[in-house]
């Protein structure tokens, strides 16, 4: 079971938080503005899901790796064409020369689904965010698909390309 609601008003900045009853986990589809969100909401993250990066659904990638910074979390990122770049740009934009020093494993893990495969790349924290290679594979429409839930994804034209997501409940 889930909880869906809106982070903000529907003519601010789209996000939409999805708490796992039970699990004790949350997702996030788009990262517009997330300051509403208490910092223990944010701790729950452990998907994301970005339909494109124009700002008013990217915007809160900043806050969200702020809280998460120096905490053991794996968070697994999902977005369109050029979604890898785009991450790279916002962890080049600060210096991390003290993250070697840190004693958590804060992982970001960015899938890009550029049309008919998905790839991945893992930035580690006690690295700089340094990029490290992950997976590819062929994208079938299907973007996660694990015990409690799954969530598939198409493309829409937006003058870019843009993702739409379905999240589905698995019975338990």
Known sequence: MFNA???????????VYVKFKYKGEAAL?????????QPRQILKVKHVFISHTHMDHF??????LRICLG?????????????????????????????????????????????????????????????????????DGILIDNNNFKVSAAFLDHTIPVLAFALKEKST
């Not at 915007?59 to 969200?64: A, E, M, Q, V």
Request: charged letters at 20%; one cysteine or more; hydrophobic letters at 35%.
């Open 29 to 37: 589809f788009d990262l517009g503005e997330i300051y509403r969100l």
């Open 71 to 139: 905490r053991d979390l794996h968070i697994f990122l999902f977005g369109p064409p050029g979604f890898i770049k785009n991450v790279e740009g916002k962890l080049a934009a600060y210096t991390w020369n003290l993250v070697r020093n840190y004693t958590n494993d804060f992982l970001l893990r960015v899938t890009e689904v550029p049309e008919t495969q998905m790839i991945t790349v893992n930035y580690n924290c006690r690295c700089g965010f340094r990029p490290e290679p992950g997976d590819t594979g062929e994208f």
């Open 59 to 64: 915007i809160g990638f900043d806050h969200l």
């Open 5 to 15: 609601w809106l982070i903000n008003d529907p003519s601010s900045d789209p996000g």
